[in-house]
T-cell receptor
């Protein structure tokens, strides 16, 4: 069975602070895929990034960066210099050998001005 | 940029009524999905669909639920006799290839069962 744990239920920061969202996953698949989605207050799910299990190269994209550590089954997401518009629920998700995504419970990020 | 669309955005229905939620996936995508999100909770998988067949379904997807691709563009989720606990946001998603590929989500339909 697949499982995604986002231990942080809510995080509140002040604008321009850096913030890291944690994600830990469990899977028996040897090949799997990890995702981060953003859900702003308007409710839609916006795809942010996908990482394959065989690619542990970390990435920076603008203010966003990701840290994939297979040894600890973690896929953390960092926002640098946070902005009010970053306020949203962020979901980590796991895709494996079946045809579905397993989501974590989400982390509500509030960025205060 | 191509996107998944869903109609209606909101639906209110009486318990026991049938509802049909509609989705238009991204045109070159082959795999289609429905997920639901009860208010304040995580997103849960309902069903995946490929080549006019269900590929996988969750335990939530019981006999009250059905999916259909009635034409070349639409993908529908039908709930035959709605219950109060069916109140949720329903998301449609599509991916170009099988479930490991990136799934792009529609804006959702918020269903309220009274």
């Amino acid at each position: 069975a697949q499982k995604v744990t986002q231990a942080q239920t809510e995080i509140s920061v002040v604008e321009k602070e850096d913030v890291t969202l944690d994600c830990v996953y469990e899977t028996r698949d040897t090949t799997y895929y990890l995702f981060w989605y953003k859900q702003p207050p308007s409710g839609e799910l916006v795809f942010l990034i996908r990482r394959n299990s065989f690619d542990e190269q970390n990435e920076i994209s603008g203010r966003y960066s990701w840290n994939f550590q297979k040894s600890t089954s973690s896929f953390n997401f960092t926002i640098t210099a946070s902005q009010v518009v970053d306020s949203a629920v962020y979901f980590c998700a796991l895709g494996g050998s079946n045809y579905k995504l397993t989501f974590g419970k989400g982390t509500l990020l509030t960025v205060n001005p | 940029e191509p996107e998944v669309t869903q109609t209606p955005s909101h639906q209110v229905t009486q318990m026991g009524q049938e509802v049909i939620l509609r989705c238009v996936p991204i045109s070159n995508h082959l795999y289609f999905y429905w997920y639901r999100q009860i208010l304040g909770q995580k997103v849960e998988f309902l069903v995946s669909f490929y080549n006019n067949e269900i590929s996988e379904k969750s335990e939530i997807f019981d006999d009250q639920f059905s999916v259909e691709r009635p034409d070349g563009s639409n993908f529908t989720l039908k709930i035959r006799s709605t219950k109060l606990e069916d109140s949720a946001m329903y998301f449609c998603a599509s991916s170009e290839w099988e479930g490991k590929e990136t799934q792009y989500f529609g804006p959702g339909t918020r269903l309220l069962v009274l």
